[in-house]
């Protein structure tokens, strides 16, 4: 069984950072892309950054580049999401999904991805 566990949503005020982490059991880790999404209420979930199996090949959305740095340890079976100058406007449920199939580079689509965290809220503060 696939799971993935995030932690270290929180609160912060703008221009703060945070760190959320994914650690996922039951597929070999070091196979599969993975990615980071986030929906905020009302509106519809987006790409957050992706990052390929290999850590060679990432991601982001526009709205992050720059900002955010998605990074994995292979040994440890955890993926990150270092979020720095963080603005109202990335308060969302942040979630990570591993890739649908193996050796891919992932995608910004939510479809390429099978399995998902539970989600962890991040909250920013103007």
Do not use: H
């Not at 720059?66 to 449920?93: C, H, W």
């Amino acid at each position: 069984q696939v799971q993935l566990v995030e932690s270290g949503g929180g609160m912060v005020q703008a221009g703060g950072s945070l760190r959320v982490s994914c650690t996922v059991s039951g597929r070999t880790f070091s196979n599969y892309a993975m990615g980071w999404f986030r929906q905020a209420p009302g509106k519809e979930r987006e790409v957050v950054a992706t990052i390929s199996r290999n850590g060679d090949n990432t991601y982001y959305a526009d709205s992050v580049k720059g900002r955010f740095t998605i990074s994995r340890d292979n040994a440890k079976n955890t993926v990150y999401l270092q979020m720095n100058s963080l603005k109202p406007e990335d308060t969302a449920v942040y979630s990570c999904a591993v890739a649908r199939w193996p050796r891919t580079v992932g995608g910004a689509l939510p479809s390429l991805y099978d399995y998902w965290g539970q989600g962890t809220q991040v909250t920013v503060s103007s």
